[in-house]
């Protein structure tokens, strides 16, 4: 063990004891500093604040800005946060730091925010408004590793006076600043790869390398132990393009970001995206210092994907939801035109004039159940919420992401193959009503869920083998052969 020595300074005591009071108990009445409510607030709330500046700011894009004193605004996307707690020698009255990259159209700046109480609420893809007086050059630092950004600024909005910050959240400012560093019209972004092409060795040493997906789901919030006994949270977002899939971690303030996004609708163009390997041993996405998220990019490869997905989504989806109002369930079943169809002409009559809605019945078998097994496996009944599948034997769930509470639908894959002398259905395709559930078991879906192992068991074996009309109906939105009702 080493010898320490005592220091000059430990002979003397610190003069101000009160500096290193945390802010929060900085109250007005108790010190007595002189400082009226409002102006603390202001500092330690400083997005309240009102903002008169004395001075004139220059409206520049980031682009045009250069490094020294001037005082500028300007507005910019997030696209890359860190949030850092702790004292920092620069700023002693600092509570901790967010570490950000704003871009507009032109140009993207790396900058130090710093807070004297409550980080603020910022995420990635949020608009902000600057106004500072002093832009530095990131080359001159030396800490840089960002190609794309060659200017900073440090900031301390409420602190520093001529510094304020503006968090738009209008719905007015949502067209602006959008479009990708490097894009210009008609020509292929610089560096864009597909996903399987960045997997497959596009992250290692191309320089600018882009990759654009979509949100596929949402992860739920989780806490690890670090070895230094910290803790931190993290989210797992899983991401997807035309070519594969990849999980992304976000961690800790990065991941109130997640919280907007709707998987399968958005975009997400990440440009010098980290890659790490996992334990599998597959390939995933690391938000790295240099990494930029644009959220929802403008320009054409990113209207390509969105429309892509939503196509995939539908296909994909468990889609336990039934659409009411669509057919008229009395006329289908005890209506005066009831066509009865075989697999073969229900399926040539969809794919040569799929977009009628029509309504008819079926008679099929029923070669085999996976009641029994579903029902073991705890997943009798299914959902979807933020893009993952959810399931229970429980009626209601609540979602593990969001916490939403959900209700339940019997899950579609209960019911096996379905064949008649013309062809099959395979299980999971077809769209069950309520309705339709409860005339096949004889019984309400909350009987359903709460039915025995040995009740479930012996219904498995009666319905195996079974042959029943099903009434059927198809419409080109729903895109998916819904059962209207069973007749044994
Ligand atoms: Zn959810």
Same mark, same amino acid.
């Given at each position: 063990?080493?010898?320490?020595?005592?220091?000059?300074?430990?002979?003397?005591?610190?003069?101000?004891?009160?500096?290193?009071?945390?802010?929060?108990?900085? *109250?007005?009445?108790?010190?007595?500093?002189?400082?009226?409510?409002?102006?603390?607030?202001?500092?330690?709330?400083?997005?309240?604040?009102?903002?008169?500046?004395?001075?004139?700011?220059?409206?520049?894009?980031?682009?045009?800005?250069?490094?020294?004193?001037?005082?500028?605004?300007?507005?910019?996307? !997030?696209?890359?946060?860190?949030?850092?707690?702790?004292?920092?020698?620069?700023?002693?009255?600092?509570?901790? =730091?967010?570490?950000?990259?704003?871009?507009?159209?032109?140009?993207?700046?790396?900058?130090?925010?710093?807070?004297?109480?409550?980080?603020?609420?910022?995420?990635?893809?949020?608009?902000?408004?600057?106004?500072?007086?002093?832009?530095?050059?990131?080359?001159?630092?030396?800490?840089?590793?960002?190609?794309?950004?060659?200017?900073?600024?440090?900031? =301390?909005?409420?602190?520093?006076?001529?510094?304020?910050?503006?968090?738009?959240?209008?719905? *007015?400012?949502?067209?602006?600043?959008?479009?990708?560093?490097?894009?210009?019209?008609?020509?292929?972004?610089?560096?864009? #790869?597909?996903?399987?092409?960045?997997?497959?060795?596009?992250?290692?040493?191309?320089?600018?390398?882009?990759?654009?997906?979509?949100?596929?789901?949402?992860?739920?919030?989780?806490?690890?132990?670090?070895?230094?006994?910290?803790? *931190?949270?993290?989210?797992?977002?899983?991401?997807?393009?035309?070519?594969?899939?990849?999980?992304?971690?976000?961690?800790?303030?990065?991941?109130?970001?997640?919280?907007?996004?709707?998987?399968?609708?958005?975009?997400?163009?990440?440009?010098?995206?980290?890659?790490?390997?996992?334990?599998?041993?597959?390939?995933?996405?690391?938000?790295?210092?240099?990494?930029?998220?644009?959220?929802?990019?403008?320009?054409?490869?990113?209207?390509?994907?969105?429309?892509?997905?939503?196509?995939?989504?539908?296909?994909?989806?468990?889609?336990?939801?039934?659409?009411?109002?669509?057919?008229?369930?009395?006329?289908?079943?005890?209506?005066?035109?009831?066509?009865?169809?075989?697999?073969?002409?229900?399926?040539?009559?969809?794919?040569?004039?799929?977009?009628?809605?029509?309504?008819?019945?079926?008679?099929?078998? !029923?070669?085999?159940?996976?009641?029994?097994?579903?029902?073991?496996?705890?997943?009798?009944?299914?959902?979807?919420?933020?893009?993952?599948? !959810?399931?229970?034997?429980?009626?209601?769930?609540?979602?593990?992401?969001?916490?939403?509470?959900?209700?339940?639908?019997?899950?579609?894959?209960?019911?096996?193959?379905?064949?008649?002398?013309?062809?099959? !259905?395979?299980?999971?395709?077809?769209?069950?009503?309520?309705?339709?559930?409860?005339?096949?078991?004889?019984?309400?879906?909350?009987?359903?869920?709460? #039915?025995?192992?040995?009740?479930?068991?012996?219904?498995?074996?009666?319905?195996?083998?079974?042959?029943?009309?099903?009434?059927?109906?198809?419409?080109?939105?729903?895109?998916?052969?819904?059962?209207?009702?069973?007749? #044994?």
């Amino acid at each position: 063990m080493k010898v320490s020595y005592p220091s000059v300074q430990s002979f003397y005591k610190r003069e101000v004891q009160a500096e290193k009071e945390p802010a929060a108990d900085a *109250s007005p009445v108790k010190v007595g500093d002189g400082f009226t409510e409002e102006e603390l607030s202001d500092a330690l709330d400083p997005l309240s604040r009102k903002w008169n500046p004395e001075r004139e700011y220059e409206e520049m894009s980031i682009v045009q800005l250069i490094p020294g004193p001037r005082a500028v605004t300007f507005v910019g996307r !997030i696209v890359n946060l860190t949030t850092f707690f702790g004292d920092t020698p620069k700023q002693p009255k600092a509570a901790g =730091f967010h570490s950000l990259i704003a871009k507009d159209d032109s140009g993207a700046i790396s900058i130090k925010l710093y807070f004297a109480r409550d980080q603020y609420p910022l995420k990635l893809g949020q608009l902000l408004s600057f106004w500072t007086v002093f832009i530095s050059d990131t080359s001159k630092i030396g800490s840089s590793t960002v190609s794309a950004v060659t200017v900073c600024a440090n900031m =301390f909005p409420g602190r520093v006076t001529s510094d304020h910050i503006m968090i738009h959240t209008t719905g *007015s400012t949502d067209g602006i600043c959008h479009t990708p560093l490097e894009y210009k019209k008609g020509q292929p972004l610089p560096g864009l #790869m597909t996903l399987d092409t960045w997997l497959k060795g596009g992250h290692d040493g191309v320089t600018g390398a882009k990759i654009l997906v979509c949100v596929k789901s949402l992860g739920g919030r989780k806490t690890i132990r670090r070895k230094d006994g910290a803790e *931190s949270d993290l989210a797992d977002v899983g991401l997807f393009d035309h070519t594969g899939e990849v999980p992304m971690t976000l961690w800790n303030s990065q991941i109130d970001s997640c919280k907007d996004w709707q998987p399968g609708t958005t975009i997400l163009l990440l440009s010098s995206p980290g890659y790490k390997v996992q334990f599998s041993g597959k390939g995933s996405v690391g938000i790295l210092h240099q990494t930029m998220i644009d959220v929802e990019p403008d320009f054409p490869d990113a209207d390509w994907l969105r429309k892509y997905a939503a196509g995939l989504m539908k296909k994909e989806s468990l889609n336990v939801v039934w659409p009411e109002g669509v057919w008229d369930v009395e006329a289908a079943e005890y209506g005066v035109v009831r066509m009865l169809f075989t697999l073969a002409e229900l399926d040539r009559w969809v794919r040569s004039d799929g977009n009628q809605t029509f309504t008819g019945m079926i008679n099929v078998t !029923i070669m085999e159940m996976s009641l029994v097994s579903l029902h073991r496996r705890n997943m009798l009944m299914c959902a979807e919420c933020c893009g993952v599948p !959810i399931y229970s034997n429980a009626l209601t769930i609540p979602c593990r992401n969001c916490s939403t509470p959900l209700a339940l639908s019997l899950n579609p894959r209960i019911i096996g193959t379905l064949l008649d002398e013309t062809g099959s !259905i395979a299980p999971g395709k077809l769209l069950w009503s309520t309705r339709a559930w409860e005339m096949l078991f004889g019984r309400n879906v909350e009987e359903i869920t709460a #039915m025995t192992g040995e009740e479930v068991r012996s219904f498995e074996q009666r319905v195996c083998w079974l042959r029943c009309h099903l009434v059927v109906g198809w419409a080109e939105e729903v895109g998916r052969l819904g059962v209207l009702g069973v007749l #044994m």
